[in-house]
């Protein structure tokens, strides 16, 4: 664990919502040591689906039971790649069901073209649906999948995020959908109620630094979802984490971690 945290420190992958400015800034700058700063630094460079850490594990119970066919409609696809319109006819529509009674729709663009294409990226996506927790994923209205390759993003006025196939595919292979799936519900389930809340603002003036440099950059945006991952596994299972990123954590934002730590 602490060769991963050395690795995710000083290693420069892709971001978790892709932002043009950072990316090319962690792409192409060493960190400005030099930089004088009253706050602490963040703890990691970039986003957290940078770090080598498996915060969510694809052996990690899981609520998915069943999924079924609902029929090709029409629906509302934002995000399209290819110049396609927003409004998508023939969206393969999938009705993923859980335990804890939850039902979320996954929406795959017609483009998938054919519903057996379109049913293997659902299937990609219903465990990871099933490990996140239970008030989050009543939060989801349903996930918008496009063909191609771009980075995810959110709608939480929509209740609603939206994947890649290509992308899907990239993050499975390095460990990151459950935590990218986890990430984008955290914009729909928090965001709207507290990410530019006078709460919150009042909390990130209390605690030193932020958990990212994507958070800092964003933070009445990335903060809240950047920050939750880690709360959220330190509380479900303790120890996975390293003691030096849980210390960091309980030092350096405090504040945070009372408040989110009341959800998990
Ligand atoms: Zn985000």
């Known amino acids: 664990m602490k060769k991963y945290l050395i690795i995710a420190v000083i290693s420069v992958l892709s971001l978790a919502c892709k932002n043009k400015t950072a990316e090319m800034a962690a792409k192409g700058d060493v960190f400005e040591k030099e930089k004088v700063n009253t706050?602490?630094?963040?703890?990691?460079?970039?986003?957290?689906?940078?770090?080598?850490?498996?915060?969510?594990?694809?052996?990690?119970?899981?609520?998915?039971?069943?999924?079924?066919?609902?029929?090709?409609?029409?629906k509302e696809m934002p995000g399209a790649l290819n110049g396609e319109e927003l409004m998508d006819h023939g969206t393969y529509v999938f009705k993923a069901h859980f335990s804890d009674d939850a039902s979320v729709e996954i929406w795959l663009h017609s483009s998938f073209g054919s519903k057996e294409k379109a049913k293997a990226y659902a299937n990609k996506l219903t465990s990871r649906l099933g490990k996140l927790p239970s008030f989050m994923r009543k939060t989801l209205n349903h996930v918008v999948v496009h063909t191609g390759d771009h980075t995810a993003f959110a709608e939480d006025a929509g209740g609603f995020f939206v994947l890649y196939s290509d992308n899907m595919d990239t993050r499975i292979g390095n460990n990151d959908l459950e935590e990218t799936v986890f990430h984008e519900t955290c914009h729909v389930t928090f965001d709207l109620k507290y990410a530019k809340s006078k709460a919150w603002k009042a909390i990130q003036a209390a605690d030193k630094s932020f958990i990212t440099e994507y958070a800092k950059s964003k933070p009445n945006q990335e903060d809240i979802a950047e920050t939750a991952l880690f709360v959220y596994t330190m509380k479900t299972y303790p120890n996975r984490l390293s003691n030096e990123i849980e210390q960091w954590v309980k030092t350096n934002i405090p504040n945070r971690y009372e408040f989110l730590e009341k959800f998990f």
């Open 39 to 74: 706050s602490k630094k963040p703890l990691f460079r970039t986003s957290i689906t940078a770090t080598e850490i498996d915060f969510i594990k694809a052996s990690d119970k899981d609520a998915f039971k069943s999924i079924e066919f609902v029929g090709n409609e029409t």
